[in-house]
């Protein structure tokens, strides 16, 4: 499904992503380029929370920018299919090699506030994230690795001791919110 009707389609759980929603469409139809990082203001996202086989844990990177334990995902770089971008990104950043997608739906719309920081010793300027977050799933015997640019750790972590390895108090907040509604 295309990101213009993916994100149309979505059905807000709150006045904020109401509010969210109609700030992404309105953004989206006046920046042609959204699917691009090279729109330096803001542009599409795509994470997942993935959760194992028994939905108790949810697979997590440390990534190295955040210092924090995160979830998955990434820039869409010209890709119009924001479910496959999720996909991807899940697979890079972890070293998994089966990914599953739980639903081919949205489970949360958020525009996330990016710091100015250094990437690949390159600075990035502050800008913001519209972000676009589906719900995977993965077998926990897998093998896992890191992907030394992004993250210097992968691990399952049980879904009730999140708030003690998240160190980015939004993201609790969005994470939290995702697992309410599942």
Not at 20 to 43: C, G, M, S, W, Y
Not at 94 to 109: E, H, N
């Amino acid at each position: 499904m295309d990101y213009l009707t993916a994100i149309t389609e979505f059905k807000p759980g709150s006045g904020q992503e109401q509010a969210d929603q109609q700030t992404f469409l309105r953004f989206i139809n006046n920046n042609p380029d959204v699917l691009l990082r090279e729109n330096k203001i803001a542009h599409l996202t795509s994470s997942a929370l993935i959760f194992n086989e028994a939905r108790d844990k949810l697979l997590m990177i440390y990534h190295n920018i955040y210092q924090s334990w995160s979830w998955t995902g990434g820039h869409a770089d010209g890709e119009a299919d924001l479910l496959q971008v999720a996909i991807r990104e899940a697979k890079e950043e972890t070293g998994l090699k089966q990914v599953t997608a739980v639903a081919d739906k949205i489970i949360s719309l958020d525009i996330l506030s990016v710091f100015g920081h250094l990437k690949n010793e390159q600075p990035v300027s502050a800008h913001l994230h519209l972000s676009v977050a589906y719900l995977l799933s993965a077998y926990e015997d897998e093998p896992l690795a890191i992907k030394p640019d992004e993250n210097s750790g992968v691990r399952w972590i049980a879904i009730d001791e999140l708030s003690s390895h998240v160190s980015e108090p939004h993201m609790l907040v969005v994470y939290n919110k995702i697992l309410n509604r599942c």
